[in-house]
């Protein structure tokens, strides 16, 4: 056959679709949308290697760190860069404090000017919270006054809460304990590379991206067989003017190539409409530009050209079981059986593919890319392969029932496929994210663990600015709204320094209260002294807790008067005490001083920390802390304690799953409910003609219910079985026992099947608006 033949014939079925009246236009609308929604998400999803690309740039752009390099001397291009980075309501803002210290000194990445003392420049999105009610606490904080936005080149991301203060006196804060930096310039090219990917994590990048893709491809492949009926009855008035059934085939692949080509350009119209709405979104705290949003020319080609041709061959393939002839689709006869054998070879050779991979990862080697995407793509498909034959088998062997009943068997005894095809994308989902879940719960114990804080003893820690009076800082957060208990522990090290080698003794003070946090008190009031035992790291407790041992600081030797050691002696009267981890889980050895006991020539060199419990219960109490450390300190970071700590990387990859699964739902439900809507469109006149004999509205609603519910029930059973293989499989290719996480899996086939019901219910209105008379009329 020329191509000659075959562009002749697709270009008829391309005029058919778009010049054939209005049945003609509604399917090749509904193909459209469907394959648009489906073009939307391939090329977002081509988009998002380089928009985590381009938030990396600007995060290393905007770098104002030089860990690990020579400290700069000051000059007139140099600019002090001082953190006061804060938490509002569990998001993070990103807060720099700056002086300038000459007239060259850079400017940050999208600052024009610097910020006066007292003034700040601010992200659009923190500027829009600081303007709003619910950012009154927050104004509290940052009590500086606007002067201008930070551009999108200083910002990783539309919805990032940021700002630059100007300040004064900066240095000397370096000198203390205010975490920042003297730079002459913004970024830090001498990083390096980034640290290997082990193999595990870009295991779990690699079937994040086949299982979120496979079901959009499987919903494109669906969408262009909508209509399909209609479809055929046009193509027998084709045989009865003289077509083959070949040419038939062809033209009608020239229908579905009209309906994608017209999806492509749907899809183009929808992603630049998402792109240009991605500015206003934050999803799972992760938001970006539309000028990230910018796919891969070469990948955005292929969607191009693998959309149309898909159409095409699924077209083709799908019309080989279809006798069409000149009076008609043949349909009457009992179609053939679907086999089994050749579509349980998908999944077994999807197995074949990742069999080779077990044991591998870690120290045993990388997981190989090809096989890895091969093996996971396979078991997906299977899913496509296998649907059918399940559903065709049950439905065949389903008995007698109330009437709703019947018509909705009889209906998928009819038309199986159609069923099967409807549901073919949610269950690919579910059984990706099944494996996924399992993968993920195995690998989870090696990138996330207990934290070492005990949070039910306290919830933050904030530390006492150096110079300022302990007493009045302890005051304040004990006045703070919603606090529950202030516990301060001061610290000072001293040692033993007659030798030539010196022993060094941690010595604690803090009221009786706290010193139980630490340990075991045998009775405890103002002016006692303790010696702390049992401390896993403490050995020099023994021979330097004795009392009469002369304990000093080290001396300075600077020059400058009174800068000398000081020196305490262990009373005879201390008593002994038995260590206990403290709320961060260290265990202190070394000497416990209440107050009264406390040599004032010791308290200037104390350093203090301060652990807060507050009450959950108060709304925002851990803004109000936040608040009294800003008021106190600006540069002030309290940390707020939580009991799991994970992995950055492993982390980013959840948050990555999460947002891609959240548009992948949207899009099943989107795509199920145009599918509902045109199966409804195909069978307006039967409804209504079961309507007019009497049947009532009720038992055909039903009659939908149970059409959409038993395919559906059968997929979802059938996904999680291949979604556990599957993610038995992975286990094992990453050195993990095989444990089925039920929660997991039944939360995933839940949601599975509750998109499903809201779809259902949004297409009653329109099959109660089919099943008027009206829908007999012909035309």
């Given amino acids: 056959m020329s191509v000659r033949q075959w562009s002749r014939d697709l270009g008829m079925g391309a005029r058919f679709a778009l010049a054939g009246g209005r049945e003609g236009w509604t399917r090749a609308l509904l193909t459209a949308v469907g394959v648009g929604l489906g073009v939307a998400l391939l090329l977002l999803t081509t988009a998002i290697p380089g928009a985590l690309a381009e938030r990396d740039r600007r995060e290393e752009a905007r770098s104002d760190h030089t860990f690990g390099q020579q400290e700069i001397p000051k000059a007139d291009d140099t600019l002090i860069v001082v953190d006061s980075d804060t938490t509002f309501r569990d998001r993070d803002v990103r807060g720099r404090m700056l002086e300038a210290e000459g007239p060259k000194a850079p400017l940050p990445p999208g600052v024009?000017?610097?910020?006066?003392d007292g003034e700040m420049v601010v992200s659009p999105a923190l500027k829009e919270l600081l303007a709003s009610g619910d950012g009154k606490l927050l104004r509290e904080r940052l009590d500086y006054r606007i002067?201008?936005?930070?551009?999108?080149?200083?910002?990783?991301?539309?919805?990032?809460?940021?700002y630059f203060a100007g300040g004064k006196g900066l240095a000397e804060r370096l000198e203390g304990s205010a975490s920042g930096a003297r730079i002459d310039s913004f970024g830090n090219p001498d990083l390096g590379a980034p640290d290997p990917w082990d193999p595990v994590l870009l295991l779990l990048v690699l079937v994040v991206f086949v299982v979120l893709l496979m079901p959009v491809a499987v919903f494109i492949a669906a969408a262009v067989r909508f209509g399909g009926e209609r479809r055929d009855r046009r193509l027998a008035a084709l045989r009865l003017v003289g077509s083959d059934s070949r040419m038939t085939r062809r033209i009608a692949a020239g229908e579905a190539l009209a309906g994608s080509?017209?999806?492509?350009?749907?899809?183009t119209v929808f992603?630049?409409?998402?792109?240009?709405?991605?500015a206003s979104v934050e999803v799972f705290r992760v938001s970006v530009f539309p000028s990230y949003l910018n796919p891969s020319p070469l990948l955005a080609v292929l969607v191009a050209v693998a959309v149309p041709a898909a159409a095409v061959l699924v077209t083709i393939l799908a019309l080989r079981g279809v006798v069409i002839e000149p009076l008609g689709v043949v349909r009457t006869a009992k179609p053939a059986r679907r086999r089994l054998w050749w579509r349980l070879l998908l999944?077994?050779?999807?197995?074949?593919?990742?069999?080779?991979?077990?044991?591998?990862g870690d120290d045993s080697g990388n997981f190989n890319q090809y096989l890895v995407v091969g093996g996971v793509m396979l078991l997906l498909i299977g899913v496509t392969a296998l649907l059918p034959w399940v559903v065709e088998t049950v439905v065949s062997r389903l008995g007698s029932g109330g009437v709703a009943w019947q018509l909705a068997v009889r209906r998928l005894q009819l038309s199986s496929g159609v069923a099967a095809r409807m549901v073919n994308g949610i269950a690919v989902a579910v059984a990706g994210a099944i494996a996924l879940q399992m993968l993920f719960a195995g690998v989870e114990g090696d990138y996330t663990r207990a934290s070492q804080y005990d949070i039910s003893r306290a919830q933050m820690s904030v530390d006492v600015p150096d110079g300022s009076d302990t007493a009045a800082t302890i005051a304040k957060y004990r006045d703070t709204e919603g606090m529950r208990k202030v516990t301060a522990l001061s610290d000072v090290h001293l040692g033993d320094r007659r030798g030539e080698d010196e022993s060094i003794i941690q010595i604690t003070v803090a009221d009786c209260a706290s010193l139980r946090e630490v340990a075991t008190l045998p009775g405890c009031r103002d002016g006692d002294v303790f010696a702390a035992r049992g401390s896993e790291y403490d050995s020099e407790s023994d021979h330097l807790a004795k009392?009469?041992?002369?304990?000093?600081?080290?001396?300075?030797?600077?020059?400058?008067?009174g800068d000398r050691a000081v020196s305490w002696t262990v009373p005879g009267d201390i008593r002994q005490a038995e260590s206990r981890e403290d709320p961060t889980g260290y265990e202190r050895g070394g000497i416990l001083i209440t107050p009264g006991a406390l040599p004032e020539k010791l308290g200037a060199l104390l350093s203090t920390r301060l652990f807060l419990s507050v009450d959950p219960s108060v709304p925002d109490a851990y803004d109000h802390v936040r608040n009294t450390a800003a008021r106190l300190d600006p540069t002030s970071q309290p940390m707020t304690w939580h009991s799991i700590e994970s992995n950055d990387r492993y982390a980013a990859i959840r948050t990555g799953l999460s947002v891609g699964a959240a548009c992948v739902l949207a899009l099943i439900g989107a795509s199920l409910l145009v599918s509902q809507l045109?199966?409804?469109?195909?069978?307006?006149?039967?409804?209504?003609?079961?309507?007019?004999?009497?049947?009532?509205?009720?038992?055909?609603?039903?009659?939908?219910?149970w059409q959409t519910a038993i395919p559906i029930g059968l997929g979802l059973l059938l996904a999680a079985a291949v979604g556990m293989a599957l993610g038995a499989v992975l286990l094992r290719m990453t050195n993990q026992s095989v444990r089925v996480d039920w929660p997991s899996v039944l939360s995933v086939t839940g949601i599975g099947a509750g998109v499903v019901l809201v779809v259902t219910l949004l297409s009653l209105p329109p099959l109660l608006k089919l099943m008027r008379p009206d829908g007999l009329r012909t035309e």
């Avoid at 630049?272 to 709405?277: F, I, K």
């Avoid at 999944?347 to 591998?360: N, S, V």
């Avoid at 009532?696 to 219910?705: A, D, I, K, M, N």
């Fill in 112 to 116: 024009s000017a610097f910020p006066g």
């Fill in 147 to 162: 002067t201008g936005t930070i551009g999108e080149q200083g910002l990783v991301g539309s919805q990032e809460l940021a």
């Fill in 261 to 267: 080509l017209l999806g492509l350009v749907l899809g």
């Fill in 271 to 278: 992603f630049l409409l998402g792109r240009q709405m991605a």
């Fill in 347 to 360: 999944p077994l050779g999807g197995l074949a593919l990742l069999y080779p991979m077990i044991g591998q």
């Fill in 547 to 561: 009392p009469g041992t002369t304990l000093s600081t080290e001396s300075e030797d600077s020059g400058r008067p």
């Fill in 678 to 705: 045109e199966q409804l469109r195909e069978r307006r006149k039967l409804l209504s003609s079961l309507v007019a004999f009497g049947t009532r509205r009720r038992t055909l609603g039903l009659s939908v219910l």
